[in-house]
């Protein structure tokens, strides 16, 4: 089994800033890739950010140069920081992590979700 917990989420102000984390555990013999997703009501959940071993971090055209991914291999973890948040952007946000599992499975887990509340 695969866990996510994510973190970090709350109440802000337009303009803004927030960090979320995301620690992955379980029985886990590599992660391929985290990222990051939101929705918002009324909306389909769409990609926020991404990030792969050995890759570039991708980035919704609606975050470029607000958001940032990074994450932390030592610790299974993945953090997407907030910066300059609109009222857009207030939205459930969800991680995930592209995993294989120590006895040879590959699949992708999700994280319970994270509310994000940017207010005016």
């Known amino acids: 089994q695969v866990q996510l917990v994510e973190s970090g989420g709350g109440l802000v102000q337009v303009g803004g800033s927030l960090r979320l984390s995301c620690a992955v555990s379980g029985s886990i013999f590599s992660i391929n890739g985290m990222g990051w997703y939101r929705q918002a009501p009324g909306k389909q959940r769409e990609l926020v950010a991404g990030?792969?071993?050995?890759?570039?971090?991708n980035y919704a055209d609606s975050v470029k140069g607000r958001f940032t991914i990074s994450g932390d291999n030592g610790k299974n973890t993945v953090y997407l920081q907030m910066g300059s948040l609109e009222s857009e952007d207030t939205a459930v946000y969800y991680c995930?992590?592209?995993?294989?599992?120590?006895?040879?499975?590959?699949?992708?887990?999700w994280g319970q979700g994270t509310q994000v509340t940017v207010s005016s």
């Open positions: 995930n992590a592209d995993v294989v599992t120590t006895y040879g499975r590959s699949l992708r887990s």
């Open positions: 990030i792969t071993n050995g890759g570039a971090p």
